[in-house]
């Protein structure tokens, strides 16, 4: 029995940070793609868990296209069952009573689980029970509630929520809990990074969006497409549709003596990963990369004071893919060893002293000093015509490391041309 599961599409939402918005970039392209893809494999059903709709962009474009969708994939004699995320709680019941179909099923209407019976062409046939959300929070487990079927099937758990998070809103689900089910698989949504975790138990599955909509949302995004056996074994494997990727790639640039050979390397690694993307995942469509230089280097001064600005105008095309530098960072460290400059008693020791205990837990009380007063700047009336983000504390801890290491190489400069 072959199952496509497809969670958290948010349909009218736009990948962010592409210089341009043409119709192949946009989650509901993918959507057309991921249908088409089920037709092809002649899958037994469509399983959507929730999140396909976003509340808060273009509502009615995204309900239109998911009910076309829908109303495909039941022509093509594959029937969909879904349940309702914390986005689209209001959208399924809707949708539901506007269509009014057979082969369309929304599970779990009310925070109330609800099961849905599916046979195969081949006559074979497994239950489905699903949870959907009532409303936009709900913060205890579904799982308080669930109740195993009584049936000589395998079993298809489907629910939308937070996986040990005891704390979320988002109705925080136990993945011990879940694995202890003698189900199939678990068909999860709402985290838009895809996991696919078997060990220790019932296999649980998190699709992951349908399309990367940020830049925090690296790797490959795509469809799922479960495989479940006569003995209940279930496997899984993703189907790599998206037409967008995000990517964080780490260039160690501690051989380069200048600037012209980092920018080089630059180009040459972004270069030799488009070409990588584009011949592994055909589908892609455009890459967003954000570099982050790192490696001990004598150039530390000069990246910190010339951070190569105009890396974002790096364009790069390889056949129908094209890519582009969003933000490029630096997590570099100079050229020195400071175990050795610490051991003297003059201003580079006495920083080098300090930055090494920066990593020690004595020194929190002065990152979480550091933090608070930063946090006094950054609300304050002058600064926040800015509408610059405030910094947590690992950002606070890590500026001051970087303005420590700053101000080392200048000591240690100064030091050598004394």
């Not at 057979?102 to 081949?122: A, H, I, K, N």
């Not at 995942?281 to 910190?304: D, E, I, N």
């Amino acid at each position: 029995m072959k199952i496509l599961c497809i969670g958290d599409a948010h349909l009218g939402r736009f990948p962010s940070r592409v210089p341009d918005n043409p119709k192949e970039l946009a989650v509901r392209f993918v959507w057309g793609r991921a249908i088409q893809c089920a037709i092809d494999h002649n899958v037994d059903a469509v399983v959507l868990t929730g999140d396909m709709v976003d509340s808060s962009n273009h509502y009615f474009e995204a309900y239109g296209a998911l009910k076309r969708g829908i109303e495909q994939l039941v022509k093509s004699d594959i029937p969909v069952f879904a349940i309702a995320g914390n986005h689209d709680h209001d959208v399924f019941p809707r949708l539901a009573s506007d269509m009014g179909i057979d082969g369309f099923t929304v599970l779990g209407l009310c925070g109330r689980w609800s099961q849905g019976m599916l046979e195969s062409s081949s006559g074979e046939k497994a239950c489905l029970i699903g949870w959907s959300f009532p409303d936009s929070h709900y913060p205890d487990s579904p799982l308080d509630t669930f109740e195993l079927p009584n049936v000589d099937l395998p079993i298809i758990g489907i629910v939308h929520g937070d996986l040990d998070v005891p704390s979320s809103r988002y109705a925080p689900l136990s993945l011990s809990a879940l694995q202890e089910q003698p189900v199939a698989v678990w068909l999860l949504g709402h985290v838009h990074a895809s996991r696919w975790i078997e060990s220790a138990g019932t296999p649980v599955l998190y699709p992951g969006s349908l399309q990367a909509l940020d830049p925090g949302e690296t790797g490959t995004h795509g469809p799922w497409l479960v495989t479940i056996a006569p003995d209940s074994t279930a496997k899984a494997k993703q189907l790599p549709l998206a037409t967008v990727r995000y990517e964080d790639v780490e260039i160690d640039v501690s051989e380069f003596t200048e600037l012209a050979e980092i920018k080089s390397h630059l180009t040459d690694i972004l270069g030799r990963h488009t070409e990588e993307l584009s011949d592994k995942f055909p589908a892609l469509h455009r890459v967003v990369f954000r570099p982050k230089l790192s490696g001990r280097t004598a150039l530390y001064r000069v990246l910190a004071q010339q951070p190569l600005n105009d890396v974002d105008d790096l364009d790069i095309e390889y056949g129908s893919l094209q890519a582009r530098v969003d933000v490029l960072t630096q997590d570099t460290t100079p050229a020195y060893d400071l175990q050795k400059i610490a051991r003297f008693s003059d201003p580079p020791a006495i920083l080098a002293r300090w930055l090494l205990d920066l990593d020690q837990p004595q020194c929190k009380a002065l990152v979480q000093e550091a933090y608070v007063a930063l946090q006094r700047v950054y609300r304050s009336k002058a600064y926040s015509t800015l509408d610059d983000a405030s910094p947590n504390e690992t950002e606070a801890e890590n500026l001051l490391k970087r303005q420590g290491q700053l101000l080392l190489d200048e000591l240690m400069g100064q030091k050598e041309n004394a």
